[in-house]
């Protein structure tokens, strides 16, 4: 099977590979806006979790970035 547009298959078998992919994550995560991998968000976006299941999960974090990314995506979800 052919992965889709949006992505990226990154080999992490070597310790230039691992820093390569750790560098690509850092910057879609920065200019994107984006995080790589959110189980949150993506178990908000599967219908798995509601929105007030997520704003239980990020209470505990809403000081920090991660928190408050979530408290966004949230946000942006119940807009559309």
């Not at 889709?4 to 560098?23: K, Q, V, Y």
Request: proline share 2%.
């Amino acid at each position: 099977q052919l992965l889709g547009r949006g992505f990226a298959w990154l080999d992490t078998g070597t310790h230039d590979s691992l820093s390569e992919a750790s560098t690509f994550i850092e910057v879609i995560e920065k200019r994107q806006g984006l995080k790589v991998a959110c189980l949150e968000g993506i178990a908000l976006r599967q219908g798995w979790i509601s929105p007030e299941e997520m704003k239980a999960l990020a209470g505990p974090m809403q000081k920090n970035q991660y928190g408050q990314y979530l408290l966004k995506v949230i946000d942006e979800l119940s807009i559309k």
